[in-house]
């Protein structure tokens, strides 16, 4: 026998904090630079969602881009393009505070194909085939760091158990790499590689801490992930070369 009781739990709340969550690709635009204040525990974020903000993005090699409003919190370009191997700044000017962030640019190697494995069920998986990643390496001489989006019929896998990223500093391969998710026969995977600044990387790990962290081994994990913004704020402004591919399971 087993019985329920409800709880109320007694969250202290902090003064709200700006967040800013930006990215630049060397895909084709328009990229986006997201806006809101953090929020009580229980409150949805687009409670908060900024609108009286000034923006900016501008590389090391002359290009310049004042971003306007899309809707409310979502700010856009119109004509910047990524390009590899440039320093691109952000710049948020919200209630006479200047924020910004530069992150490099750098290349990510290619995607040499995604094989697609049937597995029984298990104590640890689910029946069904399981998508592996087979790629190249963004560089040979320096340490590599990859964040990877799945995609199920053009549907991206968006849930804390769904943040997959990962480097090389220890002589990890990208050969074999398996998502965990059980596809079916017909559904069409895609996978976007995309390459990280050592920051950028810092930040996706401490935030995939937080995500999957019950607070039973290690309640030192709650605490915001490092930031690229100065002054500092919550959110990260990153910049990634994209390699893709998408196979249909059969």
């Known amino acids: 026998m087993s019985?329920?009781?409800?709880?109320?739990?007694?969250?202290?709340?902090?003064?709200?904090?700006?967040?800013?969550?930006?990215?630049?690709?060397?895909?084709?635009?328009?990229?986006?630079?997201?806006?809101?204040?953090?929020?009580?525990?229980?409150?949805?974020?687009?409670?908060?969602?900024?609108?009286?903000?000034?923006?900016?993005?501008?590389?090391?090699?002359?290009?310049?881009?004042?971003?306007?409003?899309?809707?409310?919190?979502?700010?856009?370009?119109?004509?910047?393009?990524?390009?590899?191997?440039?320093?691109?700044?952000?710049?948020?000017?919200?209630?006479?505070?200047?924020?910004?962030?530069?992150?490099?640019?750098?290349?990510v190697g290619e995607i040499d194909s995604l094989i697609s494995t049937f597995n029984q069920e298990s104590t640890i998986k689910d029946e069904g085939y399981y998508v592996s990643l087979f790629a190249q390496k963004s560089s040979e001489e320096e340490v590599n760091y990859y964040r990877w989006r799945l995609f199920k019929n053009d549907s991206l896998f968006n849930g804390r158990s769904f943040l997959y990223v990962d480097s090389d500093e220890f002589g990890a391969t990208l050969e074999g790499i398996e998502f965990d998710y059980a596809f079916d026969v017909g559904d069409t995977v895609k996978c976007e590689m995309e390459s990280l600044t050592k920051e950028a990387y810092n930040y996706y790990v401490q935030l995939n801490s937080i995500l999957n962290n019950d607070a039973i081994v290690n309640k030192s994990r709650y605490f915001n992930p490092p930031t690229?913004?100065?002054?500092?704020?919550?959110?990260?402004?990153?910049?990634?070369?994209?390699?893709?591919?998408?196979i249909i399971v059969k």
Request: proline share 6%; net charge negative; charged share 15%.
């Open 3 to 107: 019985c329920q009781e409800v709880s109320t739990l007694d969250v202290s709340d902090a003064p709200p904090q700006l967040v800013i969550e930006g990215k630049i690709t060397d895909q084709p635009g328009p990229y986006t630079v997201k806006l809101h204040l953090s929020t009580s525990f229980e409150e949805p974020v687009d409670k908060n969602l900024i609108e009286n903000a000034q923006i900016r993005i501008f590389d090391d090699q002359g290009s310049e881009e004042i971003l306007s409003q899309s809707a409310p919190g979502i700010f856009q370009t119109a004509t910047l393009q990524g390009v590899v191997g440039a320093n691109y700044t952000l710049e948020v000017t919200y209630e006479n505070v200047t924020y910004t962030a530069t992150s490099y640019l750098g290349p």
């Open 228 to 246: 690229n913004f100065t002054p500092t704020t919550l959110g990260i402004f990153q910049t990634s070369a994209v390699s893709t591919e998408e």
